[in-house]
């Protein structure tokens, strides 16, 4: 299958407008987690997605110490090259093996990093990382500007394809560009977490700075399938079971839900498609980062690739987002998205 695709940043890669997101499959037993998984349906999942055109992946060494990693590389092993996603990994993020419930540590010396990388690489068995990306802000007393240049040296070395950040905010994005252009670029954002469209994605637009969003299904709230009894239910090594999205706010995000449905109806798809459409339809982002852990849930996402909302239900989801009070942020795109 062909799916559309844009051009990420100044790279050379074309990704689809849809990546395969690669935190749940890392299971639990970690702060972060989702609770135990089924690495051979994670397995199928990811290979459903690549038959059916996502040509990227995006995980990291935290998601399960190591884990995700691991069951991406497991999925990778036999494709022909010429079938291989592209794969999108972090660093700076670190999780003790010995205490995976603390919090994890957000470090930026350079032979950490460089560690990380040849982790990496020998986890996913590839030669290469397509993007290597700092996945938070270091707080060891590391600078944005010398964790940044040791990325920009391994793109240079050719250990990675491309270099990007995470989770930054716009000074710490100038204070890396100033050493070296940032490719890529991922925050949060959905229907619910919208702040990223106040200033990030303007300034990634200005800079020619590719943008993959994570989370732009709220973590599932946004597809139409949770409910107060399913929230309430939740795992307790689910981190979602402790996330005031998921128990403060969920009146107001289940509220949200129900009236993207009358758009998804028009349009004869789900909620969690047409959220998707949204987060695409913003200038700048070039791509959206979906999870899933069993091969139907790649299924009911895919048509987001393609899905283009029209002012009409654009107009009715910004009514939508002020009637509920869901969230906070800018509530709709402006000028062209595509």
């Known amino acids: 299958m062909t799916l559309p695709t844009r051009r990420l940043g100044l790279t050379e890669m074309d990704i689809t407008r849809v990546g395969m997101g690669a935190w749940a499959i890392g299971g639990g037993g970690w702060s972060f987690g989702w609770g135990a998984q089924d690495d051979r349906e994670s397995i199928t999942a990811i290979r459903r997605a690549v038959e059916a055109g996502v040509n990227w992946i995006d995980t990291a060494p935290a998601y399960g110490v190591g884990h995700s990693e691991e069951v991406v590389g497991q999925a990778l092993q036999g494709m022909p090259a010429a079938d291989r996603p592209f794969v999108f990994t972090k660093c700076g993020l670190i999780v003790d093996p010995e205490r995976p419930f603390d919090d994890p540590r957000m470090v930026g010396d350079a032979a950490t990093l460089r560690r990380e990388c040849e982790d990496s690489l020998r986890r996913l068995g590839v030669e290469r990382l397509d993007l290597f990306q700092v996945h938070w802000p ?109 128990t403060v706010h969920l009146d107001a995000n289940l509220a949200l839900v129900k009236q993207i449905r009358q758009v998804a109806d028009r349009h004869g798809t789900n909620p969690a498609v047409v959220s998707l459409a949204w987060v695409l339809s913003w200038p700048g982002v070039t791509g959206a980062i979906v999870g899933a852990r069993r091969p139907e849930q790649v299924n009911g996402w895919l048509p987001a690739a393609s899905l283009t909302l029209a002012d009409e239900d654009l107009d009715q989801i910004e009514r939508a987002i002020r009637a509920t009070g869901a969230g906070s942020g800018p509530t709709r795109p402006v000028g062209d998205g595509q």
């Open 138 to 246: 270091a707080a060891d007393g590391t600078s944005v500007e010398e964790y940044w240049q040791v990325l920009v040296d391994l793109k240079q070395e050719g250990k990675v394809r491309a270099v990007g950040l995470s989770n930054h905010d716009v000074a710490q994005l100038g204070d890396a560009e100033r050493v070296g252009h940032v490719d890529s670029f991922q925050p949060p954002f959905s229907l619910i977490s919208r702040g990223a469209a106040a200033d990030l994605l303007p300034w990634c637009v200005e800079h020619s700075t590719g943008v993959i969003v994570y989370s732009p299904l709220q973590s599932g709230l946004l597809t139409g399938a949770f409910s107060v009894e399913r929230a309430r239910a939740l795992d307790p090594e689910d981190w979602r079971s402790r996330d005031e999205e998921f």
